[in-house]
Nanobody, 126 residues
Framework: QVQLVESGGGLVQAGGSLRLSCAAS????????MGWFRQAPGKEREFVAA????????SYANSVKGRFTVSRDNAKNTVYLQMNSLKPEDTAVYYC???????????????????WGQGTQVTVSS
């Protein structure tokens, strides 16, 4: 079992920044990739960013590339999502997810993740 707890969401003006954190417990954190997804009202959950177990490889959705940065601290069992130059269309509930055993690269696919956090709300005002 893996427990994931997100934090750091909130209300911010367009152009501002937020840093999300996701604390993990219950499995060797450093052994699997992690991902961030988001879900806006009335829309499907979509991929945002992912990071390899070592942190050496990352992947981003085109909509956030150049503005968001995913990182991890395996000593703290925590993955981060630094979000800069936020836009109103970034408004969503953000979820972190832990990849299934056997997934070795950062994946954009929801089916490659089997543990999810409860989500944290990010609201960007115009």
């Amino acid at each position: 079992q893996v427990q994931l707890v997100e934090s750091g969401g909130g209300l911010v003006q367009a152009g501002g920044s937020l840093r999300l954190s996701c604390a993990a417990s219950g499995r060797t954190f450093s052994s699997y990739p992690m991902g961030w997804f988001r879900q806006a009202p009335g829309k499907e959950r979509e991929f945002v960013a992912a990071i390899s177990w070592s942190g050496g490889t990352t992947s981003y959705a085109n909509s956030v590339k150049g503005r968001f940065t995913v990182s991890r601290d395996n000593a703290k069992n925590t993955v981060y999502l630094q979000m800069n130059s936020l836009k109103p269309e970034d408004t969503a509930v953000y979820y972190c997810a832990a990849a299934k055993k056997g997934v070795v690269t950062p994946s954009r696919l929801k089916v490659d993740y089997d543990y999810w956090g409860q989500g944290t709300q990010v609201t960007v005002s115009s």
